[in-house]
């Protein structure tokens, strides 16, 4: 199952969900939904529906993280393999993971 984006916006703050596969095909569509936003927007990405992620799927988390001024992205509803993924690849502390 490839991967699929959606997304809540609300005045101060961008949902960004993810289900199926978080990979590298997703990379422009994934982009082009945070820089239609402002940087100073609140992001938080559910990743409930996530499967799986690659390392392009991390490569995006961390451009999202370097794009936002806000005090932090929040990543919510991982499940422990996505989780064990973001721990493993050391980037779990620019996060806030609920």
């Known amino acids: 199952m490839s991967g699929k984006i959606s997304v809540t916006r609300s005045e101060n703050k961008t949902t960004i969900s993810i289900t199926g ?57 991982a499940n422990p393999r996505v989780r064990q993924a973001i721990e493993m690849a050391n980037i779990s502390g620019l996060f806030k993971m609920a």
Not at 53 to 61: A, E, H, T, V
């Open 21 to 77: 596969r978080f990979t590298f095909r997703m990379t422009e569509q994934f982009r082009d939904v945070y820089q239609n936003e402002s940087p100073s927007q609140q992001f938080t990405v559910d990743l409930a529906g996530t499967q799986e992620i690659d390392s392009s799927g991390l490569g995006m988390l961390l451009l999202l993280s370097e794009y936002a001024d806000a005090p932090g992205v929040e990543l919510i509803n």
